[in-house]
């Protein structure tokens, strides 16, 4: 069983890496594909850059190059849910692209038109697994649910009042359903799990600047105690 793991941002993978033994380094579509073992799994581990084009790159070359049999997408996002504050964790159950509007067909606002399914749902076992980790990991707040993803760094009440009332998610980011969309389409399976850096408010920059690396310090817990327990 071979994982592949990716963060968007080099911040978000930096405690994952420091633990893996790295056998091989290879550069593709101007990403480092990292090959080794990592909490006693085999892995290839990759930082993919910002947005949905650069996630579902990386999603389908972990796929025909690597041969992964799972993929996790890790890293930090915004808080959605009133009680969901920076720090506290997201396991993602299923994905859905706001950005996606095809409204004018009379689809509805996220589907992705012609594709028979609105949200892309994560693995069950490894949503449990995750939720086995979350446990573990008492002393950090967790939440299962929706994430939903667009090319936008959030930073307007409004739009975070939108996700709840359209979508219910419980946090936003800009890489997972691009992921979700293209295992999907591979029948790969995957989840995504984030850790909140803001609440993609105002002042949604400062506070992430501010809160990435305790949230990065949790997602890895959250995802360490979980790949611990695939073997
Ligand atoms: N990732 C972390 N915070 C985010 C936000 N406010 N919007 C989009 N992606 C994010």
Redesign the pocket.
């Known amino acids: 069983m071979t994982l592949g793991i990716i963060s968007a941002m080099s911040e978000e993978l930096e405690i994952l890496l420091q633990d893996m033994k790295i056998d091989s380094k290879e550069t593709k579509a101007n990403m480092i594909f990292h090959k080794g073992m990592v909490w006693n799994t085999e892995a290839v581990a990759v930082v993919c850059g910002i947005g949905k084009v650069n996630a579902a790159v990386c999603a389908q070359i972990l796929i025909s190059e690597y041969k992964v049999d799972k993929v996790i997408n890790v890293g ?3 808080g959605v849910g009133k009680e969901i504050y920076p720090g506290d964790v997201v396991i993602g159950d299923n994905l859905v692209q706001y950005d996606m509007d095809t409204t004018a067909f009379g689809d509805p606002i996220g589907q992705i038109p012609r594709l028979d399914t609105f949200d892309f749902k994560c693995d069950e076992s490894l949503v449990a697994l995750a939720k086995e980790a979350c446990k573990e990991n008492g002393n950090i707040k967790s939440f299962v649910g929706r994430i939903v993803t667009g090319d ?4 307007d009440p409004a739009k975070v009042k939108w996700f709840d009332e359209e979508f219910k998610a419980l946090a ?3 890489e997972g359903g691009s992921i979700a969309q293209v295992c999907y389409l591979n029948k790969i399976p995957f989840v995504v799990i984030r850790s909140i ?2 609440n ?1 408010n105002n002042g ?1 920059h400062m506070d ?1 600047a501010e809160f990435t690396a305790i949230g990065v310090k949790n997602s890895t817990s959250i995802l360490k105690s979980m790949v611990l327990k695939m073997n």
């Open positions: 930090v996002a915004g936008q760094f959030v930073a936003c980011e800009m850096s803001d993609a949604a992430f």
